[in-house]
Nanobody
Framework: VQLVESGGGLVQPGGSLRLSCDVS????????IAWFRQAPEKEREGIAV????????EYADSVKGRFTISFDDTKTTVHLQLNSPKPEDTAVYYC?????????????????WGQGTQVTVSP
């Protein structure tokens, strides 16, 4: 299984940014893909997850209503749309895969990580 994040960069508060997670080598019929983030000196935080079977989603309270997770048509890429980001959203963003169709946001449930993509929210 390979996970490759992209799309990070510098964004102004109130702007928008779209992150992508390319997933390959995943052979389970039903699974979940989640986005996490980790700011300096803070623990990794699960922020959004989507199920492969029906695209059901779940979000952390810290991003609910601002961020949107979605699959592309082929379900090989998962996007995270960041709308109205705040400086406190600055972090390295990671994606990961869970082998069952369960909406989990606890990073200890996940064992495979990409290299991450840096998002910096600043004027």
């Amino acid at each position: 299984v390979q996970l490759v994040e992209s799309g990070g960069g510098l964004v102004q508060p109130g702007g928008s940014l779209r992150l992508s997670c390319d997933v390959s080598g995943f052979s389970f019929d039903d699974y979940a893909i989640a986005w996490f983030r980790q700011a300096p000196e803070k623990e990794r935080e699960g922020i959004a997850v989507i199920s492969s079977s029906d695209s059901t989603t779940e979000y952390a309270d810290s991003v609910k209503g601002r961020f949107t997770i979605s699959f592309d048509d082929t379900k090989t890429t998962v996007h995270l749309q960041l709308n109205s980001p705040k400086p406190e959203d600055t972090a390295v963003y990671y994606c990961s895969a869970y082998y069952a169709d369960l909406l989990r946001l606890d990073p200890t449930d996940y064992g495979l990580w990409g290299q991450g993509t840096q998002v910096t929210v600043s004027p």
